[in-house]
């Protein structure tokens, strides 16, 4: 409890107001003591992991590669499509084969909305295998 020194009265009154500098300071204690044990909380454990001598998936002898243009059209393969005709020339380019890649490339100032589009018309027509296709970012040494 904290007094007040008046020194116009001769009675000292009780203040009934609570002090927030200890509290503040229990509150900086803990933060600086979990900024320390924070870090030292994460597991890091020793492995030797095995080099992968996996080769990776080959490319389909004939991919279906689906285009997006800036202009919102599709292309097939080199072919120019309609939205409605997707489905119909899917199924004649893999034969009625459903469970085959469609390689799916998108102009990067095509809307997200527009690409999503594309991707439920596929959907619709049952090519639920998808595959975005994009540059490969050089690796600097």
Do not use: C, W
């Amino acid at each position: 409890m904290s007094v007040r020194l008046d020194h116009g009265q001769d009675e000292l009154e009780d203040i009934h107001e609570i002090n927030v500098t200890p509290f503040i300071d229990v509150i900086l204690v803990l933060l600086i003591i979990f900024m320390i044990a924070a870090p030292l909380a994460t597991v890091d454990i020793n492995v030797n992991l095995p080099v992968l001598t996996a080769e990776p998936p080959k490319r389909p002898d004939k991919p279906i590669f689906l285009t997006v243009k800036v202009d919102r059209s599709l292309v097939l393969g080199d072919n120019t499509i309609s939205r409605d005709a997707l489905a119909a020339s899917l199924d004649r380019e893999t034969g009625g084969d459903k469970s085959k890649n469609v390689f799916l490339r998108a102009d990067k100032a095509l809307p997200y909305g527009e690409f999503a589009e594309v991707i439920n018309l596929l959907r619709r027509a049952g090519y639920l295998r998808v595959a975005l296709v994009g540059l490969e970012a050089d690796k600097k040494p």
